[in-house]
């Protein structure tokens, strides 16, 4: 396996405030180049500082006991807040598409 990214989400937890969908926790591995970490569990704001700070974060997904690279993650503003993303659009919301929820 080549390193994908610095870090890898494999799992998100989102929640309603102001009747916006955002992000309460992920699970995130490091990709340590020949192999994924074991998951921890990240508060949304962890996410942000590492994605500002310019690491790198992409989302996994496991398909029959195997790990497959899934889609670039962005933090975007709107209005002047940070949503987190795996598309370019404008929603005002947290979306990392695929993933599991837990």
């Known amino acids: 396996m080549n390193k994908w990214a610095d870090y890898l989400i494999s799992e998100v937890?989102?929640?309603n405030m102001e009747n916006t969908r955002f992000i309460k926790k992920v699970?995130?591995?490091k990709d340590l180049g020949d192999r994924i970490g074991e998951a921890g569990i990240e508060l949304r704001e962890k996410v942000v500082e590492y994605l500002?700070?310019?690491k790198e974060i992409m989302t996994i997904l496991n398909k029959n006991g195997e790990w497959s690279r899934g889609k670039q993650v962005h933090v975007?503003?709107?209005k002047k807040k940070k949503f987190i993303r795996t598309d370019p659009?404008?929603?005002?919301?947290?979306?990392l598409e695929e993933l599991p929820e837990f």
């Open 76 to 78: 975007i503003t709107i």
């Open 89 to 95: 659009n404008e929603k005002e919301e947290d979306n």
């Open 13 to 15: 937890s989102y929640e």
């Open 52 to 54: 500002d700070s310019g």
């Open 27 to 29: 699970k995130i591995h």
